[in-house]
C-alpha cells in the first residue's frame, strides 16, 4: 500500500518541532509496511492537493501567516477546500489551524483572513498561553490522552457545529475559557499542540495514516506497534504538565 503525504509551507511554518510529525508519520507508515512519499509545496509552488491523502501544515507567528496569507487563499485554498470536502487526512498546527478558521485578529488590530472551512474564529488576548499540556480525546473511539507543548496568544473559538479535538486537563488550550483543544472537522484536525505532537503520541498518529489508508484503499486496520519508547516519552510530558495518575476523572486510559 502507498500514500502520499503534502507538507505545506515547510520553510515558512515549523516552528517547535512541528517538521517531526511528518518525519513520525513517514516512519510509522514504514513500520506498518506502507510506502509513503512526501512532497513538500511552499509559496508560488503549484500542487494537486486533492491527489494527496494526508496533508500537513505547522505553525507560525503572525509574520509567517501574513508572508502565505496570499498564496495559502487563492493558490492553495480552494483546493485544500476540495480535499478537505472529499475526506483527505489534514492535520494544522497552530497558526495553520487559525488560518483553517473564519480569521486571526492580531494584537495589533489587523485581520489575517482565514480559509473558513471551519467555522472557528481567533483573537489576539493580553497573555500568552505556554507549556505542556493534557487533553482528553475520545477521537480514537475510546478516551486516550494527548500531550503536547503549546505558546499562542491567539483565543479560538469554536462554532456550535464544530467539535473540539479533546478536553484539557493540563494547560490552556483553545482560549484558556472554555476548556477545548483544538477542533476536527471530517477528517481535518486543528490543533495548538507543538512538539512536536505525533512522536509523543502514536495513536494519533496511527489514527491518521489508518483514515488515509481506507479512504484510498478501502477497508484497513492497522497492527500493532511496539510503541514503549512513545509510552515512555508520553508520560514524561504528563508527568512534566504537572499531571498525576490520581488526577484522572476517567478508567486509565491507553496512550
Keep these: 500500500m502507498r500514500l502520499r503525504l503534502l507538507h505545506l509551507y515547510p520553510d515558512v511554518m515549523n516552528l517547535y518541532g512541528d517538521r517531526g510529525n511528518v518525519i513520525a508519520l513517514v516512519r510509522r507508515c514504514q513500520w506498518h509496511g506502507v510506502a509513503c512519499e512526501v512532497t513538500e509545496a511552499s509559496i508560488g509552488t503549484a500542487a494537486d492537493i486533492p491527489a494527496f491523502d494526508i496533508v500537513f501544515m505547522g505553525g507560525g507567528q503572525d ?34 489551524y487559525q488560518l483553517l478558521g473564519r480569521y486571526y485578529r492580531t494584537g ?49 473559538f469554536l462554532g456550535a457545529d464544530l467539535a473540539p479535538l479533546g478536553r484539557v486537563l493540563r494547560g490552556f488550550g483553545n482560549n484558556g475559557a472554555d476548556h477545548n483543544e483544538g477542533a476536527v472537522l471530517g477528517n481535518c484536525i486543528g490543533t495548538y499542540l507543538h512538539g512536536s505532537l505525533l512522536p509523543k503520541n502514536p495513536w494519533l498518529g496511527d489514527l491518521l495514516i489508518e483514515r488515509a489508508l481506507r479512504r484510498r484503499h478501502g477497508d484497513v486496520t492497522l497492527g500493532e506497534l511496539d510503541d514503549r519508547l512513545e509510552a515512555l516519552a508520553h508520560s514524561a510530558a504528563m508527568r512534566r504538565a504537572g499531571w498525576r495518575r490520581k488526577d484522572a476523572p476517567w478508567p486509565r486510559p491507553r496512550v
Excluded: Y
Design 108 to 156: 495589533g488590530g489587523d485581520t489575517i483572513e482565514g480559509l473558513g472551512v471551519m467555522d472557528a474564529w481567533t483573537e489576539a488576548g493580553p497573555r500568552r498561553f505556554i507549556g505542556n499540556v493534557v487533553v482528553r480525546s475520545e477521537l480514537s473511539g475510546v478516551p486516550r490522552t494527548l500531550v503536547g507543548f503549546e505558546n499562542h496568544s491567539g483565543r479560538t
Design 63 to 96: 509574520r509567517e501567516q501574513r508572508l502565505i496569507a496570499a498564496d495559502f487563499l487563492q493558490a492553495k485554498g480552494p483546493a485544500l477546500r476540495e480535499a478537505i470536502a472529499g475526506g483527505a487526512v489534514v492535520l494544522a498546527i497552530c497558526g495553520a
